[in-house]
């Protein structure tokens, strides 16, 4: 349950409700509004806590609130105003619409400095490459690992931009932080519930993509396993689901975007590269995610597609995206945070 504080709260009274919940063995999540401040009651179960509505009501409380949703902290019964995460400057779920690209692999020093200039100079924000990769074939290439996290590093020291690459493994998390400014789920591992622990507990920005099977409801309490343990800086990606369609390699939950918009404070992004696997529909599926809402897209970038050594097929060449961002640009000014 919320329990909302009374305008004027003292930090005294503030401090009682959370001691109160506390005492009845529950986590008591504080947020501290430009007007009105908020305590979200966490069981350890889910469950909110029983009977305590007459005790927290001698406190300075307007109202208390049942939570209707399993994912509690992610909810926008929390919190109405949008969360606006910061990637080293870059800000994430406000008015602009946030731009990551660059290649689905880090291959060499040369391929990723050729993207990471060309998509800073057609205007992305953050650049984009994997180094520890989820391959479907263990036969394919699977990434270069901390040579590749260190060659991104470099190309966003050398561009300005922030880097954002893809972490794996819990046991990787501590290097993969050295080296980058954001932190990737995959879709793969979306409820890879150790490794979304250990997220928990950095303060890194973490993108949270959608499983290819995965509900909304089960997407959004991956994300809570995120916010539970104390990491708010969580931006989620629709990157296309599974069905019986097969011309495209997934397909693009658009709607999705709108109502998931809807059910969270969280800003959601989506990557019509992974959602298409097909670089023709590339750039209507982002100006579509731009459309329904979308707080950003996420775009590969290579500048020989047909020599990739993955997902060359949906890469974008160095002039598309160009192409590509002027087109965009129309949206910038029409977005709009709300739901
Ligand atoms: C990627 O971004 O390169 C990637 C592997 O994406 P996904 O986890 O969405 O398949
Ligand atoms: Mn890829």
Redesign the pocket.
């Not at 990737?184 to 591992?189: D, E, I, Y």
């Given at each position: 349950m919320i329990v909302v504080m009374a305008r004027g709260a003292s930090e005294d009274e503030i401090r009682l409700v959370v001691e109160r919940l506390e005492g009845c063995g529950f986590q008591a999540v504080v947020s501290r509004g430009a007007v009105q401040t908020t305590v979200e009651a966490v069981g350890a179960d889910g469950r909110a806590p029983a009977g305590l509505e007459s005790l927290l009501a001698s406190g300075n409380v307007e109202r208390i609130i049942p939570f209707a949703e399993p994912f509690k902290l992610a909810s926008r019964q929390v919190r109405q105003d949008r969360t606006v995460v910061g990637v080293k400057g870059v800000r994430i779920g406000g008015p602009r619409l946030t731009v990551m690209a660059g290649p689905?692999?880090v291959e060499s020093r040369e391929q990723l400095l050729i993207v990471a200039r060309a998509v800073t100079a057609a205007g992305a924000d953050i650049l984009?490459g994997?180094a520890f990769?989820?391959r479907t074939s263990p036969y394919d290439f699977q990434g270069l690992g901390v040579e590749g996290l260190k060659l991104l590093a470099a190309a966003g020291e050398e561009t300005g931009l922030p880097v954002v690459t893809?972490v794996m493994s819990v046991d990787d998390v501590e290097v993969v932080m050295e080296f980058s400014d954001m932190l990737?789920?995959?879709?793969?591992?979306m409820q890879n519930f150790p490794l979304l622990r250990r997220l928990g507990k950095v303060s890194a920005p973490v993108l949270l993509?959608?499983g290819?099977s995965a509900t909304i409801k089960e997407w959004l309490l991956a994300a809570e396993y995120l916010l539970a343990g104390g990491n708010a800086n969580v931006v989620l990606?629709e990157?296309?689901i599974r069905t019986f369609e097969t011309e495209l390699r997934n397909t693009l939950d658009l709607a999705g975007v709108a109502r998931v918009k809807e059910l969270t404070h969280l800003p959601v992004i989506v990557?019509p590269?992974?959602a298409t696997g097909r670089r023709s529909v590339i750039p209507a599926a982002a100006r579509a995610a731009a459309a329904v809402g979308a707080d950003g897209v996420?775009l590969?970038v290579h500048p020989e597609p047909e020599r990739a050594l993955?997902?060359g097929p949906q890469a974008l060449t160095c002039e598309d995206f160009a192409l590509l961002m002027q087109d965009l640009r129309s949206y910038w000014s029409g977005k709009s945070t709300d739901a």
């Open positions: 689905c692999s984009r994997g990769k989820p893809e990737q789920v995959g879709a793969r591992n993509k959608r290819p990606c990157r296309g990557d590269s992974h996420m590969e993955s997902d």
